[in-house]
């Protein structure tokens, strides 16, 4: 991932607190980046006789709502811009959005769901994973823990090309939380066949990381994760999106979907 110059903040007009604000101003702080901080409403007008004037009524509060909220940030020297659309679908068109600020990341307070309703119901935060260009990172509700300590999953025997740039992007942001000194930082690697064992000392030289913080576990990629993730006690987890596409991918999913409720700790997935 790039040095961040727009990261694109996810305003829920429903929800009283934004805790994806309030990483995001934090990382803004630390980086300079200019904050986008969009919000996407819709309410059935049918039965209102001027529509055009309700809708540009109800944007305008929305407006005043999130420019009440960049005031404060604004003041500290922070860069922010406001962005209000009228739409149904809001994740589609935060995704759009992403697209049109060159965003390099994205930041989304993410809600406990039951898989049936993530499976069946295709919430935001499937939406933002799947179609997503940058990386998007899901900010629990939980506070930031003072001490950070960062897990990111790779496959160190992976041979096609896309999966090689995965494990590449992933490592390339784990190194850089190392040299800004932020995190304590650990990976890991599932494995579900002993002919097929991951290499402990490649991907330690590989990624800088001494090799008792590298995890090479036995059992599914999202078991092994969540439950490495606990032991080591994440903050954060990052995740590789393969596979976001077909078939296949919308009836099981991929691995950054199946571990995302079942952590407490935010969760970043990576294209």
Same mark, same amino acid.
């Given at each position: ?42 309410? @059935?007008? @049918? ?5 055009? /004037?309700e ?5 305008? /509060? ?5 420019s009440? =909220? =960049? ?7 922070? +860069?922010?811009?406001?962005?209000? !659309?009228?739409?149904?679908n ?8 992403? /697209?049109?600020?060159?965003?390099d ?43 950070q300590?960062?897990?990111?999953a790779?496959?160190i025997?992976?041979r ?11 490592? @390339? ?15 890991v690697?599932?494995f ?5 064992l991951p290499?402990?000392? =490649?991907?330690?030289?590989k990624?800088?990381?001494?090799s008792?913080?590298?995890?090479i ?11 490495? %993730?606990?032991?080591? @006690? ?5 995740v590789?999106?393969s596979? +976001?596409?077909?078939? %296949? ?6 691995t950054? !979907? ?14």
């Amino acid at each position: 991932m790039n040095e961040l110059n727009t990261i694109l903040v996810v305003f829920d007009p429903t929800q009283e607190q934004q805790p994806a604000l309030d990483r995001a101003a934090k990382v803004a702080e630390e980086t300079g980046a200019c904050l986008h901080l969009f919000a996407c409403i819709y309410s @059935d007008l @049918d039965k209102v006789k001027n529509r055009e /004037e309700e809708t540009s009524k109800l944007v305008e /509060e929305q407006q005043a709502i999130l420019s009440a =909220a =960049a005031g404060p940030l604004i003041e500290k020297g922070a +860069r922010v811009v406001t962005e209000v !659309e009228w739409g149904r679908n809001w994740y589609h068109a935060v995704v759009q959005v992403s /697209e049109k600020t060159n965003a390099d990341i994205v930041f989304k307070s993410s809600y406990r769901h039951s898989t049936g309703k993530r499976l069946f119901n295709r919430t935001s935060d499937w939406t933002l994973i799947r179609e997503c260009q940058c990386p998007v990172l899901l900010v629990k509700e939980c506070k930031p823990a003072e001490e950070q300590r960062v897990l990111a999953a790779v496959d160190i025997r992976a041979r096609t090309e896309s999966y090689e740039k995965l494990n590449d992007n992933i490592i @390339d942001f784990s190194r850089r939380v190392l040299e800004h000194d932020r995190a304590e930082v650990h990976f890991v690697n599932a494995f579900e066949d002993f002919r097929a064992l991951p290499d402990r000392q =490649a991907l330690s030289e590989k990624s800088g990381i001494e090799s008792g913080r590298i995890h090479i576990k036995l059992g599914a990629p999202e078991k092994v994760i969540v439950d490495t %993730a606990r032991k080591v @006690d994440a903050t954060l987890v990052v995740v590789g999106n393969s596979g +976001r596409t077909g078939i %296949a991918a919308a009836f099981h999913g991929n691995t950054v !979907e199946k571990v995302l409720d079942k952590l407490e700790c935010d969760v970043l997935s990576m294209p």
